[in-house]
T-cell receptor, first 115, second 112 residues
Framework: GAVVSQHPSRVICKSGTSVKIECRSL??????MFWYRQFPKQSLMLMAT?????????EQGVEKDKFLINHASLTLSTLTVTSAHPEDSSFYIC???????????FGSGTRLTVV | QKEVEQDPGPLSVPEGAIVSLNCTYS??????FMWYRQYSRKGPELLMY????GNKEDGRFTAQVDKSSKYISLFIRDSQPSDSATYLC????????????FGRGTSLIVHP
């Protein structure tokens, strides 16, 4: 089945620094990938839709200058949290849809802790 | 009112019990219905995918959709401790980009 690899699984960074999270589709090409944020015991909140070769589409209330998304190839999308603050600490998850299959495949998530 | 409502639980059952997980929704445009299982600190894993009304069975899991009532269910037979996880329902519209809308998830605990 479709596999989405996400790295790192866990990262701790200092306030003010930037963190990059990678999301790769391993056995299929994904022209579109999605980035979610999840707080404890809460649902997935869609942050943005990443489009290969073009600008990402951000959901209302998500700061595009803070959460930089790059989708430079059909198998890789990156999310960079810039100038991170403790309130950015959360679980970030990417997903992609293999058009040959039903449903969406998710990465394993990245636990970001900003200290 | 949220588009998708799901009781967060926790739902605690003994091993071997039949589990019923449910979601309601308000948008009649939803055509595709999914159930995901999420273990702690992991990404969601697709369990079931259905289109329109009816039942779909896969091993111990049965997904049921009632579009007239805007109500979907996931049944787990012979529940096991390894089924302990959060179960999220998700649904999407026909056409467009099919971006799913998720429920908040129900925490299931199956105790031995």
């Amino acid at each position: 089945g479709a596999v989405v690899s996400q790295h790192p699984s866990r990262v701790i960074c200092k306030s003010g620094t930037s963190v990059k999270i990678e999301c790769r589709s391993l056995d299929f090409q994904a022209t579109t990938m999605f980035w979610y944020r999840q707080f404890p015991k809460q649902s997935l909140m869609l942050m943005a839709t990443s489009n290969e070769g073009s600008k990402a589409t951000y959901e209302q209330g998500v700061e595009k200058d803070k959460f930089l998304i790059n989708h430079a190839s059909l198998t890789l999308s990156t999310l960079t949290v810039t100038s991170a603050h403790p309130e950015d600490s959360s679980f970030y998850i990417c997903s992609a849809r293999d058009h040959g299959l039903s449903g969406y495949t998710f990465g394993s998530g990245t636990r970001l802790t900003v200290v | 009112q949220k588009e998708v409502e799901q009781d967060p639980g926790p739902l605690s059952v003994p091993e071997g019990a039949i589990v019923s997980l449910n979601c309601t929704y308000s948008n009649s445009a939803f055509q595709y219905f999914m159930w995901y299982r999420q273990y702690s600190r992991k990404g969601p894993e697709l369990l079931m995918y259905t289109y329109s009304s009816g039942n779909k069975e896969d091993g111990r899991f049965t997904a049921q959709v009632d579009k007239s009532s805007k109500y979907i269910s996931l049944f787990i037979r012979d529940s096991q401790p390894s089924d302990s996880a959060t179960y999220l329902c998700a649904m999407s519209r026909s056409g467009g980009s099919y971006i799913p809308t998720f429920g908040r998830g129900t925490s299931l605990i199956v105790h031995p």
